[in-house]
């Protein structure tokens, strides 16, 4: 019986993508769900073993909703990550496919999958209308709904192909570097291949607010030669100017520097929580049917 694997639905998004890279489908079962936090409370429930959802995009910056359950809603550990480069299509209807690009009257997306491709947008389509949907795989349904209407979809190419529209342009982000980050959560992933990397990923708050404070910490994994790929600070909702941090290092958990470091923090009296150490793989695996060149939020465009 094959293991349910939750995604950042529905079918045809980049985190559909993401989660076939990282679980073979005839190995595992891909459910879709509706949102992140449906994705994590299934696994912190029990009710599927894995889990995949966005994390950070190089351009939109980190899944602000991803780090804020995984601090204050669930308790799921980080098994893998897998990175992927993002490339945004533009898709018609059919019966709209010789019609020029500046006649369209309505473009449809996930809000990141616009805001990464405005450029695009203002200098091509610029007396177009912008509508926001839940996914980018629900912006191409709408338009193969909408034959008569001059409406265009922001996508990656696997919601076309699965919806029938016809692509009008490709790489239409305005940065080259469109990468979002995939995190594994649940069950360990196994290891079907050697990963480009191990990452650990840590929490922690300051016990106080003083000058130096957070450098202290920072200096650890500079004496212990550990290269932090990530910092990011997310409040803690419980009262003004408080935050917790996230870090990432590119370091096994159980390395003795790695060790070393989350002593030397929680010496400090700052908290430290493990969310995962982990193996990180790139595109290019064999569990993918095609490079995620086409997968969204990010991140992101995951969606």
């Not at 910092?231 to 390395?255: C, M, N, V, W």
């Not at 989350?262 to 969310?275: D, F, K, N, S, T």
Request: overall charge negative.
């Amino acid at each position: 019986m094959k293991e349910p694997v939750a995604y950042l639905g529905p079918q045809g998004t980049f985190t559909h993508e993401a989660a076939r890279r990282l679980f073979s489908e005839t190995e595992y079962l891909l459910h879709p769900c509706d949102s992140i936090p449906d994705v994590l409370t299934a696994v912190d429930s029990g009710e599927t073993p894995y889990g995949v959802v966005p994390v950070e995009n190089a351009i939109e910056g980190s899944v602000t909703l991803t780090l804020d359950w995984l601090t204050h809603h669930v308790d799921v550990p980080i098994t893998a990550e897998v990175v992927a480069p993002i490339n945004q299509c533009l898709f018609s209807h059919p019966e709209q496919r010789e019609l020029e690009l500046s006649r369209f009257t309505r473009v449809l997306s996930h809000p990141q999958a616009v805001a990464q491709c405005r450029g695009y947008l203002r200098q091509h389509i610029p007396d177009a209308v912008i509508s926001y949907v839940d996914s980018t795989a629900d912006a191409a349904r709408r338009v193969s709904e909408q034959g008569r209407d001059r409406w265009l979809a922001i996508g990656p190419r696997s919601a076309g192909e699965l919806y029938g529209l016809v692509q009008r342009d490709t790489a239409i982000q305005d940065y080259e570097n469109n990468i979002t980050r995939f995190i594994a959560v649940g069950k360990r992933v196994p290891e079907c291949e050697q990963p480009r990397c191990y990452k650990t990923s840590l929490l922690f708050s300051l016990p106080q607010d003083y000058p130096g404070a957070l450098f202290d910490v920072l200096a650890s994994f500079a004496r212990h030669n550990i290269n932090m790929t990530r910092i990011e600070s997310r409040p803690t909702k419980k009262r003004l100017g408080t935050y917790r941090f996230f870090i990432d290092a590119e370091q096994k958990q159980d390395h003795p520097a790695m060790k070393r470091v989350m002593e030397e923090i929680e010496a400090q009296g700052c908290p430290v929580r493990l969310l995962g150490s982990y193996p990180c793989f790139s595109d290019s695996g064999k569990n993918s049917s095609e490079s995620l060149d086409n997968h969204d939020q990010g991140a992101y465009n995951h969606r």
